[in-house]
């Protein structure tokens, strides 16, 4: 990924989620040493009094989970959410903060499927 689309895909997505007064930093295409949290595709450092902070997302080329696929924008979809839904994170909870992490990957996926799905509509649409 390029830092050029990927701030693209930012802007989208800040705009999706109403979200186009926050200010963010994009650090991408890091090594898992460079990554706050090890082991993660995604962290996010927010400060939502100032509505601004860091996305770090891991380049795909050290993602080797044979389970879920790589996905950049699904990822900076899910660390957005969590700017959304930082004022609610109870890190201190463990059950009650796996569950809104759950929650906050079911809604990125779902976010980024349906926006996908628009697009191919679009196109079959414009062909006929």
């Known amino acids: 990924m390029n830092i050029k689309k990927a ?6 997505w ?6 186009s007064d926050y200010n ?7 090594k898992p ?3 706050s949290i ?16 860091v996305i770090q997302i891991l380049s795909e080329k050290f993602t080797d989970n044979k389970i879920l696929h790589y996905d950049f924008e699904q ?21 009650i903060y796996t569950l809104l992490h ?3 990957e079911d809604l990125s996926r779902a976010l980024v499927w349906s926006k996908r799905c628009e697009n191919v509509k679009e196109i079959e649409n414009y062909n006929k």
């Open 38 to 53: 090890k082991g993660a595709w995604g962290v996010s450092t927010v400060n939502s009094l100032l509505k601004c902070g």
């Open 33 to 35: 040493k460079e990554m």
């Open 14 to 19: 800040k705009g999706q989620l109403r979200m």
């Open 102 to 104: 759950q929650n906050i």
């Open 7 to 12: 701030y693209k895909l930012l802007d989208y």
């Open 75 to 95: 990822t900076l979809v899910h660390e957005l959410l969590h700017f959304k839904f930082d004022v609610i994170q109870d890190h201190s909870n463990k059950e």
């Open 24 to 30: 963010i930093m994009l650090k991408i295409n890091l």
